[in-house]
């Protein structure tokens, strides 16, 4: 008898929690005259991002072309109402014209049950606008410049490495190997430590950055869509072995420097600065903020800043590098071009410099349509942080209503790109560019709120490709197939089985 009254009371109460959704909660949309797909209690529109069937960029540009003729739509991430921008003028609203509204990722950010997420990414209204402001000079080209001869000498241990592969004719994982270099390249310049990741691919400090992207489908969904969940049940979304990895290494490297008076060109150096003063050496001297009253960053937010640095780093950059040389090695023209460019500019400057570097504009190009077809984020997030209207759509935002700005839809929507499978880095000529909307291309996000560090990451991707090009070519291997498959359980688009390419020597 008491179990038939359980089972009763349980029948009614998904009955009840089913009435809701469908009639509560999914009623959301409907009621602001938005078009919006089908829902499914209790998950809305997202049953095929929590089983792993697709990779959440390439879930948003389905879902792009599908609807974009509505200008916006709506879908549900769980029980959160989720607003998708299609028209371009709208999204420049969202990104940089009403700002105000838009400022916050929405995506999970506690400091006290996760130290490692109070970073710029992740940190919300004046805690972010705040740090912003003391990081920005940390990013400009008079401080990557004095960084550059770290990037160089990385390049370097990555072409010499390689060159047996080459004289063997070998095929190479390019994603690993770039992920390699750049691991090397940002512990060196955030960390201040060599971690000789080119040469022992299985040491700790590539471990420990594996373990950062070993997430599931549902904890994805979570972090972007759903963080109150984590607050609620304290789940942090770092591990604690990755926490406690980078705090106790950062603390080490930071007391040492102090204990010794280290003093040295690198990411590093700006944070104890700002950890000693609350703000960096300006490039020109003469402009020094000498105030007592600036805050200054704690032990731990300084950690947090290098986390990012080190994540966004050598992740999305790494990414793109491969799908640079995955693009070349199938357009061998395009390829041969570059090279000539390269070539030609390390002769006029007889090394590889930082001027060099700036100066290769078709090597420019070719990052651009790289990034254009793989964008670093496949969408971007916002939250509505005040109410408002959008205008033209004539839609009332309330706040807390997720957005969802579909980059790798917009890269690949023929409407903009004619072919846009077709890879050519003509179509960044500055006739072409100027021709398009501002907004249609989005690698690092656009307002307020771009990547603070997207100046640093197309440094450290050229230089890696300019030496690797100016020693090498590369050749599509036969297990690498076109076009690729992405990992469903990865943010970024990775390659589902590698990128294998063969290396030859020129």
């Known amino acids: 008898m008491v179990l038939v009254e359980l089972i009763g009371a349980f029948i009614i109460a998904l009955s009840i929690v089913y009435i809701y959704f469908k009639y509560v909660i999914f009623h959301f949309w409907r009621k602001r005259g938005v078009f919006y797909p089908k829902p499914v209690v209790p998950i809305g529109n997202v049953t095929e991002l929590i089983m792993g069937k697709v990779q959440l960029g390439v879930f948003f540009h389905d879902a792009y072309l599908k609807y974009k003729g509505h200008g916006v739509f709506g879908m549900y991430s769980f029980y959160k109402p989720n ?6 003028d709208l999204i420049r609203t969202v990104l940089t014209k009403e700002f105000g509204s838009f400022h916050d990722r929405g995506m999970f950010y506690n400091e006290k049950i996760d130290p490692l997420s109070g970073h710029l990414f992740f940190m919300p209204g004046k805690k972010w606008r705040n740090l912003r402001v003391k990081m920005t000079p940390t990013f400009t080209s008079g401080k990557i410049k004095q960084m550059f001869p770290i990037l160089k000498d990385c390049s370097d241990e990555l072409t010499k490495y390689l060159e047996d592969k080459a004289l063997m ?7 690993d190997m770039f992920a390699r270099y750049l691991t090397d390249v940002i512990m060196s310049t955030a960390f201040g430590i060599k971690s000789n990741c080119i040469e022992e691919p299985n040491n700790e400090y590539r471990i420990q950055g594996k373990k950062i992207f070993e997430a599931n489908s549902i904890w994805i969904i979570l972090v972007m869509f759903v963080p109150q969940i ?3 049940f304290c789940i942090p979304l770092t591990d604690r072995q990755v926490t406690n990895f980078y705090m106790n290494m950062f603390r080490k490297s930071v007391e040492y420097r102090q204990a010794h008076n280290i003093v040295r060109h690198d990411f590093m150096n700006l944070l104890i600065q700002l950890m000693e003063r609350g703000y960096v050496d300006p490039d020109d001297k003469k402009t020094a903020n000498t105030s007592s009253a600036v805050n200054k960053l704690t032990l731990a937010e300084a950690t ?9 780093g050598f992740e999305s950059s790494s990414s793109i590098a491969t799908h640079a040389l995955y693009e070349l090695a199938q357009n061998q023209d395009i390829q041969d071009k570059v090279r000539k460019e390269i070539d030609e500019t390390l002769t006029k400057h007889d090394d590889l ?3 060099a570097v700036n100066e290769m504009i078709y090597l420019h190009k070719v990052i651009n349509e790289t990034m254009r077809k793989y964008p670093p984020l496949p969408v971007l997030n916002r939250i509505c942080t005040k109410e408002i209207v959008l205008p033209t759509a004539n839609i009332h935002v309330p706040k807390g209503t997720l957005i969802t700005i579909p980059v ?24 072409e560019v100027a021709e398009r ?4 291309y989005l690698p690092f996000g656009e307002g307020p709120r771009n990547c603070i560090g997207a100046r640093f990451g197309y440094v450290q991707m050229k230089v890696g490709l300019v030496n690797l090009l100016s020693k090498y070519k590369f050749k599509l291997h036969s297990r690498t197939p ?3 498959t992405f990992n469903e359980k990865s943010v970024t688009l990775a390659a589902k089985d590698g990128i294998y390419l063969i290396i030859e020597p020129r």
């Open 353 to 355: 410099t930082y001027d």
């Open 83 to 88: 607003l998708v921008i299609a028209d371009l």
């Open 482 to 484: 076109v076009p690729l």
């Open 304 to 312: 947090a800043q290098s986390y990012i640095f080190f994540l966004a």
């Open 437 to 440: 909307h501002p907004y249609a």
């Open 230 to 232: 984590m607050d609620f």
């Open 169 to 175: 004719r070998e095929s190479v994982e390019m994603k």
């Open 408 to 431: 790798l839809g917009l890269h690949r929507d023929p409407s903009l790109y004619p072919d846009p499978d077709k890879f050519d880095p003509e179509r960044f000529n500055a006739v």
